[in-house]
Structures are given as structure tokens and as C-alpha cells.
């Protein structure tokens, strides 16, 4: 009965919504991941190349079963856009704005289908993780309403599978579309890597009244707290520009090159002021499935909470354009803020050393370059 008053309000919401989109919404909006298990401090992820964590076979088995069963589950020629060979340049071509994709697209979906990925997606994302991902999903409703333009679609979110999910195999898999991207490469069936990651928000705040809804606002309230926290000394260093800059500095890129570590450092932070540090990195983290948030934070401790910069450019005032990084050895977080009246968010986190699995990627194939079938691109 629950399911049924959810796919009539989705339908509700915009006229002609595919029934199996509407579902799936309702999944990432209501259902979250109690079967996701509870992470435990990991290793970094170069101590992963040597010693594969439990935490991390686990995960890399789940996922490997929830992508067999979605592949069991579409039809033949859905299969066709659903699974990439593992080289194929496409798995690095990821973006976070509307465009052509390759993949499977929600709209595509028959009913049942999208349970599928859903389950995949619990793989991968924590509970807020996927609230969040619901949560921008929708607001393609919204953007319609506002603009009334046709590709402003919640079922041209696509799903992609590249390479073979098999036992002990190495594989990766993406789920993109407007303001949300989220990739994950398992490798040899034992390590997870989970970046490059991309949430955005547009409008981030827009209803009135009980209805009202502020999406990723936790990214820009925690982010502001600490600016504004940090006395005045230090304050004129953690601010790098009085203008923000337009969009993450990084945009969409493949790999990540932004120089040294700007702003203030974590070390020259008071006791209160680091805890603040620390739970904005954290917030950003555990948009991940627990286990795998807890092998990034274990990268970050292991390389030092001291190296880790806070940078802040434009004005420190609700409702003007503002930008923030948090950039460490391991990480980068890039916040922006700046569009459509400062109500447009863009997010990334960036592994500095695994996005796409690069690190893992070198190490297994070091590990095996005497073997056969082990001749992949990274």
C-alpha cells in the first residue's frame, strides 16, 4: 500500500514520470541501507595494496552480487547499454552536467528493474548517501516546473557496468546524470575505491512554508560555521580570495592537479576549531557506505590530520557566492556555491591517490604483470 501512494504522488508530481523512474525514486527517498554494515577503523588505501581488509572483500562481494543481478535482470538489449569493456575510455569520462551518457537510463526501466539498482546503489552509498542522491534526482521535477525544458528528466540518470563482476574480478561501475555522479572501481575483487564523487543541488533551497527543503545544506551551514568561527588572524588566512570562483576549480576532471595546499592548516586550528575541521570532512566522507568512509578517514589520520588545509573564497554571509576546499595528502574536497543567486551547489570529493582506482589499479597490476588477462588500462 505504501509503494502504491508513493508511485501516485511521484506521477502526480510531473505528468508522464515513467512508473518504474517513480519507483525508484521512492526507494532512494525512503529505504535506505540497514543491511550495509557497520565499519570499523581501515587501513589507508596504500596499505590496502598489500593487506586486503575484510571490511573491503565484503563490500567488493556485495557489490559484485548486486551488479549479477541487475545483468540477470534487464533484457538483452538493455544489457547492451548497461555493460562497457573494463578499457573502455568511457569509465573516466565522468561529468555533473546534463548531457548524452552511456549507460542504461532510468527511463529505460521496466517495473522490477529498478529494485536492482537500487540495490546496487546500497552497495556503494550509505543511508544519507542515498537519501541525498534521491534528493537531487527529484529536484529534476523541479528544474522542469521552473524552466520547462524536456531534458530536465529524473529517469536520464544511467547506470554502467564496466567490465565483468565475477568473483575475485576487476570491474568497475558508475551512476551519473545531472549534479550526480558516483564511481566505484573494485579490484581483484578485494579493495573499493569510491571517487571521484559529485552531489549538487539546484535550487538547494526552494519551497515555502512546511514544505521547504534545503538540499546538501549540512555542506554549506558546517562549511560556513568553521569560516566564521575561526578568529580574526587566522580567518585572513583560511581566505585565499574575497571573490569565489565560479565552480570547483577542478571541474570534471580526470585526474586531479591543484597545486599546493592553500589556506589554513588543521594544526593551527584550536582544539574546537579541528573538531569542526573534522566533522566537515567527515559529513563528506560517509556519503559512502561506512566501511568505505572509515578506509578514507584511517588515509587522512595515517597521513596526518595537520596537513590538512581549509581554504574559503567570497563573502562569509548566507546568501552570496562562496567557495570552500578542504585539501589534504590524500583528498580534496571542493565546495561552490556561486549560481543562480548562490542557491546552486556543487560538491566533489576527489581521492588523490584513487580516483578510478589508480593506486590499487598500479599495485595489482605490479602484483601480476606475469599473468595473463592482466593487460587493462588504468
Avoid at 94 to 119: I, M, N, S, T, Y
Avoid at 187 to 211: D, I, L, T, Y
Avoid at 259 to 279: F, I, K, V
Amino acid at each position: 500500500m505504501g509503494n502504491l501512494i508513493v508511485r501516485a504522488t511521484l506521477k502526480h508530481m510531473l505528468p508522464g514520470l515513467r512508473l518504474p523512474v517513480a519507483v525508484y525514486l521512492c526507494g532512494l527517498l525512503i529505504a535506505l541501507s540497514p543491511g550495509c554494515g557497520r565499519g570499523s577503523g581501515g587501513p589507508s588505501a596504500s596499505y590496502l595494496a598489500s593487506q586486503p581488509a575484510p571490511e573491503q572483500q565484503q563490500v567488493a562481494a556485495e557489490m559484485a552480487q548486486a551488479a549479477q543481478k541487475l545483468i540477470a535482470a534487464v533484457e538483452d538489449p538493455q544489457r547492451e547499454e548497461l555493460l562497457l569493456p573494463w578499457d573502455e575510455q568511457e569509465r573516466l569520462n565522468w561529468h555533473f552536467v546534463p548531457r548524452a551518457r552511456k549507460g542504461l537510463p532510468l527511463k529505460e526501466l521496466k517495473e522490477g528493474q529498478d529494485a536492482a539498482v537500487h540495490a546496487l546503489l546500497k552497495t556503494g552509498l550509505s543511508q544519507r548517501g542515498n537519501l541525498d542522491a534521491g534528493q537531487i534526482i527529484e529536484l529534476e521535477i523541479v528544474l522542469r516546473r521552473i524552466e520547462g525544458r524536456e531534458y530536465r528528466d529524473p529517469g536520464l540518470y544511467f547506470i554502467t557496468i564496466f567490465g565483468d563482476p565475477g568473483e575475485g574480478a576487476t570491474w568497475a561501475w558508475r551512476f551519473e546524470g545531472h549534479h550526480l555522479s558516483v564511481n566505484f572501481t573494485v579490484v581483484n575483487g578485494q579493495f573499493v575505491a569510491g571517487a571521484p564523487s559529485f552531489f549538487g543541488a539546484n535550487p538547494a533551497n526552494h519551497g515555502e512554508g512546511r514544505a521547504r527543503q534545503r538540499i546538501l545544506a549540512a555542506e554549506e551551514d558546517l562549511g560556513r560555521r568553521l569560516i566564521q568561527a575561526l578568529p580574526d588572524e587566522q580567518r585572513r588566512v583560511a581566505v585565499i580570495a574575497e571573490r569565489a570562483f565560479g565552480d570547483i576549480v577542478t571541474g570534471a576532471s580526470h585526474e586531479v592537479d591543484i597545486g599546493e595546499r592553500r589556506g589554513l592548516a588543521y594544526g593551527r586550528m584550536s582544539p574546537e576549531h579541528q573538531q569542526q575541521l573534522r566533522e566537515l570532512v567527515e559529513h563528506y566522507a560517509r556519503r559512502l557506505r561506512p566501511e568505505l568512509a572509515e578506509t578514507d578517514l584511517a588515509g587522512i589520520q595515517q597521513a596526518g590530520w595537520d596537513n590538512v588545509h581549509f581554504a574559503w573564497a567570497g563573502p562569509q554571509e548566507s546568501g552570496q557566492g562562496h567557495y570552500y576546499r578542504l585539501h589534504g595528502p590524500t583528498f580534496l574536497v571542493e565546495y561552490d556555491n556561486t549560481q543562480n543567486q548562490a542557491n546552486h551547489i556543487h560538491t566533489v570529493w576527489r581521492d588523490l591517490k584513487n580516483d578510478f582506482g589508480r593506486d590499487l589499479l598500479r599495485e595489482h597490476y605490479r602484483l601480476h604483470q606475469d599473468d595473463d588477462g592482466h593487460g587493462h588500462d588504468d
